[in-house]
């Protein structure tokens, strides 16, 4: 990750400049706009009484017309210099990245039916990250028929997260109390955060509001069982409200927080429903690639300086086991102890009377006279009385 970060410290670099240059060309042509409207008053009463121009309008106008130009001249040599900031990117990107990936993916990659599972992991990312514009453009290029029940969830989701941003919470409220049911059976305090996120927009509104914040305290009622302290909490805050909260103990309600808080809730309880993960399949494939591809990259130098053609045969396997890390343990994987291969459909792990443990493959190797006797105790058996175990 510290290459990715390397091309982003020459990314912002690049956005900076150009913010900066945005911002004195668009100063710049202001004031010569400005300039050009006065000369243009100056120049009117002579232009309509048709009377030639003196000489000092003329080096007026000769001056005015020598500022445009060098005002013109300075924005493009501006411009000129953020084409070198752009350059250094293209070259940060050379320095840290290798571009020749065909020794370590396979050429099925790219093939028709593998290509269309990419091209709908980022359509599914761009619809997850509120990006509708650019998915349903990506669509068309790509002649991707999505379905519109593919599309529903996220563009509700979207919209919802879109007015939580704007710190308006009925369309949350209004998700969350229909869903209620199935929130309940997931654990969720969604309900209970956007309840009480409103009480607090109401405390926040002052003594005028104190009656309709007791009113709508009535929400709290089927949560008390759960969330009975911090119920208290903030009906205890009413007892300051004429005080202001913003002086008193309870000033942590107002803190921005809760709402990036509410957003990051909503999210995570609504994919739950939904059937989805929180981080988009690209997201986490790309976070795993950055944490692979070096490993893989030294293992085929390796393989290459060594000779050690055949070794890696580029199929549903790596040479090495690379260690991901917690966040992307998705399922159990058995790796048979006997082949040191991990088990797979087709060659699933089999579970011996013993109580051992081996894939199929392995079994199929130790049979001797149509017995088998286990690897790791004397015990012999028939073949045929192995289970197989699914995780």
């Known amino acids: 990750m510290e290459r990715c970060a390397c091309v982003e410290r020459e990314l912002d670099k690049v956005l900076q400049k150009f913010l900066c240059y945005g911002q004195h060309c668009e100063r710049g042509l202001e004031e010569l706009l400005v300039y050009v409207s006065q000369l243009r008053e100056e120049l009117g009463p002579a232009a309509l009484q048709r009377t030639p121009l003196s000489a000092t309008l003329s080096l007026v106008m000769s001056q005015c017309c020598k500022k445009i130009k060098d005002t013109v001249q300075n924005l493009a040599s501006d411009h000129k210099d953020i084409h070198s900031s752009i350059s250094r990117v293209g070259k940060a990107i050379d320095r840290n990245f290798d571009a020749d990936l065909c020794g370590i993916v396979p050429a099925m990659v790219w093939e028709s039916q593998e290509k269309q599972i990419l091209v709908l992991a980022i359509i599914e990312h761009l619809y997850q990250q509120g990006m509708l514009g650019v998915a349903e453009e990506l669509c068309q290029e790509s002649t991707m028929n999505v379905d519109v029940d593919f599309k529903k969830p996220f563009l509700e989701l979207n919209s919802?997260?879109?007015?939580?941003?704007?710190?308006?919470?009925?369309?949350?409220?209004?998700?969350?109390?229909?869903?209620?049911?199935?929130?309940?059976?997931?654990?969720?305090?969604?309900?209970?955060?956007?309840?009480?996120?409103?009480?607090?927009?109401?405390?926040?509104g002052g003594p005028g509001k104190e009656l309709e914040a007791l009113s709508y305290a009535r929400h709290f009622q089927p949560f008390a069982h759960l969330h009975q302290q911090e119920i208290q909490v903030m009906m205890g805050s009413l007892v300051y409200l004429r005080l202001g909260l913003k002086n008193s103990p309870y000033r942590h309600l107002l803190d921005d927080s809760h709402w990036t808080e509410i957003c990051e809730t909503f999210t995570r309880d609504a994919c739950a429903l939904l059937g989805l993960s929180v981080e988009s399949p690209l997201s986490v494939s790309f976070a795993a690639g950055c944490v692979a591809l070096p490993v893989l990259m030294n293992i085929k130098a390796v393989i290459e300086q060594r000779q050690c053609t055949g070794v890696w045969s580029h199929k549903d396997e790596l040479p090495i086991e690379i260690e991901l890390g917690m966040k992307c343990w998705y399922h159990s994987v058995f790796a048979c102890p006997i082949l040191r291969q991990q088990t797979t459909d087709s060659n699933p792990p089999i579970k011996l009377i013993c109580g051992h443990v081996i894939s199929r493959d392995a079994l199929n190797?130790?049979?001797?006279?149509?017995?088998?006797?286990?690897?790791?105790?004397?015990?012999?058996?028939?073949?045929?009385?192995?289970?197989?175990?699914?995780?």
């Open 160 to 204: 919802i997260l879109e007015a939580l941003h704007k710190q308006n919470l009925e369309p949350a409220l209004s998700w969350a109390i229909f869903h209620r049911q199935q929130l309940a059976e997931l654990n969720s305090s969604l309900e209970f955060r956007l309840h009480r996120l409103h009480f607090i927009r109401l405390l926040a």
């Open 365 to 391: 190797k130790l049979i001797n006279g149509g017995k088998l006797k286990c690897p790791y105790c004397p015990m012999e058996q028939n073949p045929a009385d192995g289970k197989r175990l699914i995780f």
